[in-house]
C-alpha cells in the first residue's frame, strides 16, 4: 500500500503529514494503534464525494516525527492522548483559517486510540465539535496488567522485534472472514503497521499507559455522537459500545458486519454508509 501525496502542516513542534481528500464539512480522523492515515483511505474514497476528508498521521505515526513534545521529561518517547487531541485542535484551527472561518466546527472521527483522543478532544475543545464518531474504543483506564504490558512493549521494542510484535497482534484485529478470505486487507495492514517506528510503538503505549478512565466525560458530550464498532471486534465488543453509547445524550449506535476492530479496512462500505446516514439524519439538516 503506498502513499499518496500527503499535505504538511507544522503543528505546534512538528510536521504533521495528513492525508486531505474532498470539499464539504470537515470530516478529522484519528487512527488507532499501531496505524497511521492508510488505515482511512478505502473510506475517504467513499466519503470524499460529501466532506472534506482530513487524516494525518498522528504525531510519532507514518510520516509525521514525534517532535520534542513527543518525550517525557526523562526524554523517553511518549505521547499523552490530551498531547494528541491538543495537536488535532491545532490542526483543526488551521483547517479553519484556511476556510476564512476561524470558528469552523468538524466533526471528529477516532478509532480505537483514536477514540481515547477523541474523548480528550471532547473533554478540551468542545466548542469545536459538530458531531463525534467514536469506534472501536472504549472509555476505561487500563488494568495493573495491561499498563505493565505497554510498559514492557515500549522498554523492548525495537528494530528487531517490531515485525514480530505486529504479527502477534494481527489474529486480535481483524475477525476470523477477514483473517480467512481477505488475504489482501491482511497484508495491508501488515505493511501499515511493520511499516512504524519502534518509537512511535513506544511512545504511543506509554501515553496510553498514561491515560484515565474517561467515562465521566460521556454524559458531557452534546454534539451528536454515532457509536460505532465491528460486529465481532474482540476488544471493544457489541456489549461495551451499547453501554457507551446509553451514556451519551444524543447517540446514535450503528454496528459494522463482517468486521472486528478495523472496520474502514474490513468492511468500508458499511462504515461509509452509516456515516452519511446519521450525518444526513442528526446533523445535515440542522445546517
Ligand atoms: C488500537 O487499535 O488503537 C488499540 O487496540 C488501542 C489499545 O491498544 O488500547
Not at 480528550?120 to 458531531?131: I, N, V
Not at 471493544?236 to 453509547?245: E, F, K, P, R, T
Not at 472486528?260 to 456515516?275: C, D, I, Q, S, Y
Amino acid at each position: 500500500m503506498g502513499r499518496v501525496p500527503m499535505k504538511k502542516y507544522l503543528v505546534d513542534d512538528t510536521d504533521y503529514y495528513v492525508y486531505s481528500r474532498g470539499r464539504g464539512p470537515i470530516l478529522l480522523f484519528a487512527h488507532g494503534f499501531p496505524f497511521d492515515s492508510r488505515l482511512f483511505v478505502p473510506v475517504v474514497d467513499l466519503l470524499e464525494s460529501r466532506f472534506h476528508c482530513v487524516v494525518p498521521d498522528l504525531r510519532g505515526f507514518g510520516m509525521t516525527k514525534l517532535g520534542a513534545n513527543g518525550h517525557n521529561p526523562e526524554g523517553h518517547p511518549r505521547v499523552k492522548m490530551g498531547r494528541f487531541a491538543d495537536d488535532l485542535a491545532i490542526l483543526t484551527a488551521i483547517l479553519a483559517c484556511q476556510e476564512h472561518n476561524k470558528d469552523a466546527k468538524i466533526v471528529l472521527c477516532g478509532l480505537s486510540m483514536g477514540g481515547y483522543i477523541s474523548l480528550s478532544f471532547a473533554r478540551r475543545h468542545p466548542e469545536r465539535l459538530d458531531g463525534l464518531i467514536f469506534c472501536d474504543s472504549n472509555t476505561t483506564q487500563d488494568s495493573p496488567e495491561k499498563v505493565q504490558n505497554r510498559l514492557a512493549l515500549a522498554d523492548t521494542v525495537d528494530a528487531t522485534n517490531v515485525a514480530q510484535t505486529v504479527d502477534n497482534m494481527i489474529p486480535t484485529l481483524l475477525c476470523g472472514e477477514t483473517l480467512e478470505h481477505r488475504h489482501d486487507i491482511v497484508e495491508q495492514l501488515r505493511t501499515i503497521m511493520r511499516s512504524q517506528t519502534p518509537a512511535a510503538f513506544a511512545a504511543a503505549s506509554r501515553g496510553m499507559a498514561k491515560r484515565g478512565d474517561s467515562s465521566d466525560i460521556l454524559s458531557q458530550i452534546t454534539a451528536p455522537t454515532l457509536v460505532l464498532g465491528g460486529e465481532y471486534d474482540q476488544l471493544s465488543n457489541v456489549a461495551c459500545l451499547d453501554a457507551i453509547a446509553a451514556k451519551i445524550p444524543n447517540a446514535t449506535r450503528a454496528t459494522i458486519p463482517h468486521s472486528g476492530h478495523l472496520p474502514p479496512l474490513e468492511n468500508p462500505e458499511a462504515f461509509a454508509k452509516a456515516v452519511v446516514k446519521w450525518y444526513d439524519e442528526k446533523i445535515g439538516s440542522t445546517h
